[in-house]
């Protein structure tokens, strides 16, 4: 089955910049998306198709997808921005679709 | 606004029966695929089941294929996750999910509801 792993820990400062990877075979072929997930709320979409911000998502969001891995970055890091994040993809092979294993964002 | 509500949520027996109940507003319902996610005790997000908008296809996890189905319901713009044989590993914070696009595509879930937790044990 297809798997999207990656680092179970960031640590930034605040306003510094935060980059999460998430990797897997060939992912670059594939649309990534990536969800902010907070204690105790439900996740929230913040990049779809690689790169697009939903809307009210803020700038300082951005995606990349390339090779096999797709890489979320958080610039000008803010302690709102504290929370678990994870990758997802489309596994057309499967008619599955994949999470990410998580990656929890410290603001220190 | 896009509104999902889930119910149906308790503390069930491991080999009974469960059924999830999401209802949906804000959004032309039988345009778009629904989902449902889970995510257990100190773990991450899971994905369970698809089912296309007009009930055409479905597809579920292989941890849940042959125990859990899918439905719908467009009248009442519900989705159902039946679940049955359940098992303790099954016990999880269960969400319900819209999907982004309505033109079949299998890109990213854009609305969610707060979760209904289900408890497997005896």
């Known amino acids: 089955s297809y798997e999207l792993t990656q680092p179970p820990s960031v640590s930034v400062s605040p306003g510094q910049t935060a980059s999460i990877t998430c990797s897997g075979d060939k992912l670059g072929h594939k649309y990534a998306c990536w969800y902010q997930l907070k204690p105790g709320q439900s996740p929230v979409l913040v990049i779809f198709q690689d790169t697009k911000r939903p809307s009210g998502i803020p700038e300082r969001f951005s995606g990349s997808n390339s090779g096999d891995t797709a890489t979320l970055t958080i610039s000008g890091t803010q302690a709102m921005d504290e929370a678990d994040y994870y990758c997802q993809a489309w596994d057309s092979s499967t008619d599955h679709y994949v999470f990410g294993t998580g990656t929890k964002v410290t603001v220190l | 606004q896009v509104q999902l509500v889930e119910s149906g949520g308790g503390v069930v027996q491991p080999g009974r029966s469960l059924r999830l109940s999401c209802a949906a507003s804000?959004?032309?319902?039988?345009?778009?695929?629904m989902h449902w996610v889970r995510q257990a005790p100190g773990k991450g997000l899971e994905w369970v089941a698809l089912?296309?908008?007009?009930?055409?296809?479905?597809y579920l996890a292989d941890s849940v294929k042959g125990r859990f189905t899918i439905s719908r319901d467009t009248s009442k713009n519900t989705v159902y996750l039946q679940m049955s044989s359940l098992r303790p590993e099954d016990t999880a914070v269960y969400y319900c999910a819209k999907e982004l696009d309505a033109s079949g595509g299998h890109y990213a879930m854009d609305g969610w509801g707060q979760g209904t937790t289900v408890t497997v044990s005896s």
């Open positions: 089912i296309s908008y007009d009930g055409s296809y479905k």
């Open positions: 804000g959004f032309t319902f039988s345009n778009f695929d």
